[in-house]
């Protein structure tokens, strides 16, 4: 819980605009115009066993409500939105990324809702599930050689020059592309802040791109003048823990987690302008995390992924650390759908050395 590298003076910041979404939130919700409009607005959601047990409000936005899934919808249209207003991206234009996971998922609705084409690169080591259901909603999907960044056949720069070498394309570029953490600067925020009317004390997420942490932060920072606390919480083999307790020493990455689409090696575009706002950050280790998958399935009902769960187990050693009367909110990023096989399988758990982190009571939910 140390402070984090303060590089902004929070009392330097502005204001915001009142976005137009945020008097989107306060409308009744009626019909929305499409599908991009459902994104966003997701429910705020109490969860009651571990807010009894801090005597906090514990909150976790309901993210997998989004029409793809999962958190990564907003970034996907924010992306899109912005190659459109630059002019990048006119009518029957192509959006190529690099992913495997969510943000190419959120892209494809947002891309056939839009009438654009989608290209999607991904390392040849990810599921025939993720290429299957990425196909089947409308991208065109090139596995290839899983390499290093530093080596120009990665994904992510072979995405780059398909966009180059084709008419009227973009590569958004999610990790270093600003306009996702916009998003959450125009939606996520604003919408934590109205739900909660302003009684929140604390965020706290963990980081794939940053967008999310970032923008949100940098929202809840402003309209409170620096009082609500955002943390950062970070899983086994992300640096950016360590990054913030050492006040700006970035290591190698090693070591691995059971989480999916968080975790990060470097500082992002993203995360970069909003890093010093920071109250500083946690560790989860991935016995914590699993345990939790369980808990918010038994306790709350809630089938959740582990970036999830990971945010939950943040949000209440926060809860804890602020103490009785306080409102933590944090991110329910996606739901378990796309890890059931994983996440609820004995001989999973089992190799990943993560069954004792299963409490007794809680083995009738391994059915794997
Ligand atoms: N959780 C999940 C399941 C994700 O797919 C992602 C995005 N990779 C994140 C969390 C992190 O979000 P962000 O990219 O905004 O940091």
Same mark, same amino acid.
């Given at each position: 819980?140390?402070?984090?590298?303060?590089?902004?003076?929070? &009392?330097?910041?502005?204001?915001?605009?009142?976005?137009?979404?945020?008097?989107? *939130?306060?409308?009744?919700?009626?019909?929305?115009?499409?599908?991009?409009?459902?994104?966003?607005?997701?429910?705020?959601?109490?969860?009651?066993?571990? %807010?009894?047990?801090?005597?906090?409000? #514990?909150?976790?936005?309901?993210?997998?409500?989004?029409?793809?899934? !999962?958190?990564?919808?907003?970034?996907?249209?924010?992306? *899109?939105? =912005?190659?459109? /207003?630059?002019?990048?991206?006119?009518?029957?234009?192509? *959006?190529?990324?690099?992913?495997?996971? =969510?943000?190419?998922?959120?892209?494809?609705?947002?891309?056939?809702?839009?009438?654009?084409?989608?290209?999607?690169?991904?390392?040849?080591?990810? &599921?025939?599930?993720?290429?299957?259901?990425?196909? @089947?909603?409308?991208?065109?999907?090139?596995? #290839?050689?899983?390499?290093?960044?530093?080596?120009?056949?990665?994904? =992510?720069?072979?995405?780059?020059?398909?966009?180059?070498?084709?008419?009227?394309?973009?590569?958004?570029?999610?990790?270093?592309?600003?306009?996702?953490?916009?998003?959450?600067?125009?939606?996520?925020?604003? /919408?934590?802040?109205?739900?909660?009317?302003?009684?929140?004390?604390?965020? $706290?997420?963990?980081?794939?791109?940053?967008? $999310?942490?970032?923008?949100?932060?940098?929202?809840?920072?402003?309209?409170?003048?620096?009082?609500?606390?955002?943390?950062?919480? +970070?899983?086994?083999?992300?640096?950016?823990? !360590?990054?913030?307790? %050492?006040?700006?020493?970035? #290591?190698?990455? %090693?070591?691995? !987690?059971?989480?999916?689409?968080?975790?990060?090696?470097?500082?992002?575009?993203? @995360?970069?302008?909003?890093?010093?706002?920071? +109250?500083?950050? @946690?560790?989860?280790?991935?016995?914590?995390?699993?345990?939790?998958?369980?808990?918010?399935?038994?306790? /709350?009902?809630?089938?959740?992924?582990? &970036? %999830?769960?990971? =945010?939950? #187990?943040?949000?209440?050693? *926060?809860?804890?650390?602020?103490?009785?009367?306080?409102?933590?909110?944090?991110?329910?990023?996606?739901?378990?759908?796309?890890?059931?096989?994983?996440?609820? &399988?004995?001989?999973?758990?089992?190799?990943?050395?993560?069954? +004792? !982190?299963?409490?007794?009571?809680?083995?009738?939910?391994?059915? @794997?």
């Amino acid at each position: 819980f140390r402070r984090g590298v303060r590089t902004f003076a929070t &009392s330097a910041l502005r204001l915001a605009e009142p976005s137009p979404h945020l008097l989107a *939130v306060s409308k009744a919700q009626g019909v929305s115009n499409g599908l991009t409009e459902a994104i966003g607005n997701t429910p705020l959601i109490r969860l009651k066993r571990l %807010s009894e047990e801090t005597g906090c409000e #514990v909150l976790g936005k309901a993210e997998f409500m989004n029409p793809g899934g !999962s958190v990564k919808d907003r970034a996907a249209l924010y992306v *899109v939105k =912005n190659a459109e /207003e630059q002019g990048l991206l006119k009518p029957g234009g192509t *959006v190529v990324e690099g992913t495997a996971g =969510n943000t190419g998922i959120g892209l494809a609705h947002v891309c056939r809702s839009k009438g654009y084409k989608l290209v999607i690169y991904m390392p040849n080591t990810q &599921s025939q599930g993720k290429i299957d259901l990425l196909r @089947l909603l409308g991208a065109e999907v090139y596995p #290839v050689p899983a390499v290093a960044f530093d080596n120009p056949e990665n994904y =992510n720069h072979q995405a780059r020059r398909h966009a180059e070498r084709t008419d009227n394309a973009v590569w958004t570029n999610q990790f270093d592309n600003v306009a996702n953490r916009q998003a959450h600067i125009e939606t996520t925020g604003p /919408e934590i802040w109205a739900q909660t009317a302003g009684k929140i004390d604390a965020f $706290t997420c963990a980081t794939g791109t940053g967008g $999310t942490l970032a923008g949100t932060t940098r929202y809840l920072k402003t309209v409170s003048d620096g009082r609500v606390k955002c943390f950062l919480a +970070d899983p086994p083999g992300s640096v950016l823990h !360590s990054y913030i307790q %050492s006040g700006g020493k970035l #290591v190698e990455r %090693s070591g691995s !987690s059971i989480t999916e689409g968080i975790g990060q090696g470097r500082v992002t575009d993203n @995360l970069a302008p909003d890093l010093g706002l920071l +109250d500083g950050s @946690l560790h989860i280790s991935d016995e914590k995390t699993i345990e939790m998958v369980y808990r918010c399935l038994d306790e /709350e009902g809630l089938y959740l992924g582990a &970036s %999830s769960t990971l =945010n939950v #187990v943040a949000a209440k050693e *926060v809860a804890e650390k602020l103490g009785r009367g306080h409102t933590v909110v944090t991110m329910l990023c996606d739901g378990a759908y796309r890890y059931a096989d994983r996440l609820f &399988s004995r001989k999973w758990l089992a190799d990943k050395k993560l069954l +004792d !982190s299963i409490p007794k009571h809680l083995e009738k939910y391994i059915v @794997l």
